[in-house]
């Protein structure tokens, strides 16, 4: 009887961490929705904010194209050694023109892997980071302080 209640617990204990396995790895294989905001500013002047923005949250701005509504922005480097992989964090911002006369801005923030594992070089695109709202704040203060856009009043 004890052999058998022994087993058990033992099933009990590695299948207990089952669900948020399946859950992490079909988080992993499902498309990340890029996170969105709308500013009340034409399509070029938010374009030019948005680069401005990039620097001003310490990232260098890599491609881009006022006619793809497209900027790439890029962290440094960060090395790895025998224990930790290489990492480079990148951001894909997209803006898009609304029928309104606003900006649409689209921001997906990726992180960039190589190691010594096999296959070598990963990119997975992030649900969650700080540089999703830091880069927002970024780009309203941009735009506030060339005037393109008023700040919200004070209640």
């Known amino acids: 009887m004890k052999i058998i209640s022994l087993a058990a617990l033992c099933a009990t204990v590695l299948l207990a961490g089952c669900d948020s ?14 996170h969105t905001r709308i500013f009340a500013a034409g399509m ?3 374009y030019e904010a948005a680069q401005q923005a990039v620097k001003n949250v310490g990232l260098l701005v890599g491609r881009k194209s006022i006619a ?18 290489t990492r480079q964090t ?17 921001l997906l923030v990726s992180e960039n892997t190589e190691g010594s594992f096999p296959g070598g070089v990963s990119k997975q695109d992030l649900r969650e980071h700080s ?13 506030l302080e060339s005037g393109a856009v008023k700040a919200p009043a004070k209640p």
Do not use: H
Request: no cysteine; aromatic share 8%; glycine share 8%.
């Open 90 to 106: 990148t951001l894909n911002i997209r803006l898009i023109a609304t029928d309104d006369g606003d900006t649409r801005v689209e």
């Open 68 to 85: 793809d509504g497209r900027i790439e922005a890029y962290a440094g480097i960060r090395g790895g050694d025998e224990v930790r992989d």
């Open 44 to 46: 070029k002047t938010v």
């Open 131 to 143: 540089l999703y709202e830091l880069y927002y704040t970024a780009l309203q203060q941009v735009l």
């Open 21 to 34: 396995m399946s859950t992490r790895v079909e988080d992993r294989f499902t498309a990340v929705p890029p």
